[in-house]
């Protein structure tokens, strides 16, 4: 069974911190990707990987970066959190084969800015 | 880009079928999936419809009309446990990379006695 571990369950940060978000993924999925998700919006793909030091913007990548040193991680880094920033991070990971992979989530991590 | 549109909220009784559209606009359709979401919890996926008809999963069934951008979900023999956030997904080729998603919104499904 896929696991998708983001470290984090809950955090609160201030406004102008550096915060990384940490996701592990144990099934070497090619793929990983970053949502936040906010009330009335739905999921919003921020950042992408398909392949180790690949990473690729999604829909709302400004004020976020990523990492993929390694396969099985994927960090979401906020370089300076701002109050806009409060939401809820969902990791998820799939395999490069087949169209009808589907994502595999993590349990999110609720980050507040304050 | 792409527009993906689904009802913001349902209401159904326990034991009845209810149906749960979605709609979008894309220019490279590779696929539509759909997840269930309970509250504080992780999406997790239900199906996945890639050519034109029904595909079915125990209680759950889903349907897709690519030439009409339309999809369905129909949940039967409701239970309660069955009260979630329901959310449409669509994989565009177009976009480059094939494995990336789009959600829609989600519906949120409330089951009733």
């Known amino acids: 069974d896929v696991k998708v571990t983001q470290s984090s369950r809950y955090l609160v940060k201030r406004t102008g911190e550096k915060v990384f978000l940490e996701c592990v993924q144990d099934?070497?999925?090619?793929?990983m990707f970053w949502y936040r998700q906010d009330p009335g919006l739905g999921l919003r793909l921020i950042y992408f990987s398909y392949d180790v030091k690949m990473k690729e913007k999604g829909d709302i990548p400004e004020g976020y970066s990523v990492s993929r040193e390694k396969k099985e991680r994927f960090s979401l880094i906020l370089e300076s959190a701002s109050t806009n920033q409060t939401s809820m991070y969902l990791c998820a990971s799939s395999p490069r084969t087949g169209n009808n992979s589907p994502l595999h989530f993590g349990n999110g991590t609720r980050l507040t800015v304050t | 880009g792409q527009n993906i549109d689904q009802p913001t909220e349902m209401t159904a009784t326990e034991g009845a079928i209810v149906q749960i559209n979605c709609t979008y606009q894309t220019s490279g359709f590779n696929g539509l999936f759909w997840y269930q979401q309970h509250a504080g919890e992780a999406p997790t996926f239900l199906s996945y419809?890639?050519?034109?008809g029904l595909e079915e999963k125990g209680r759950f069934s889903s349907f897709l009309s690519r030439s009409k951008g339309y999809s369905y979900l129909l949940l039967k023999e409701l239970q309660m446990k069955d009260s979630a956030s329901y959310l449409c997904a669509v994989r565009d080729s177009s976009t480059g990379g094939g494995n990336k998603l789009t959600f829609g919104t989600g519906t949120q499904l409330k089951v009733e006695l």
């Open positions: 419809n890639v050519l034109d």
């Open positions: 099934m070497d999925h090619e793929n």
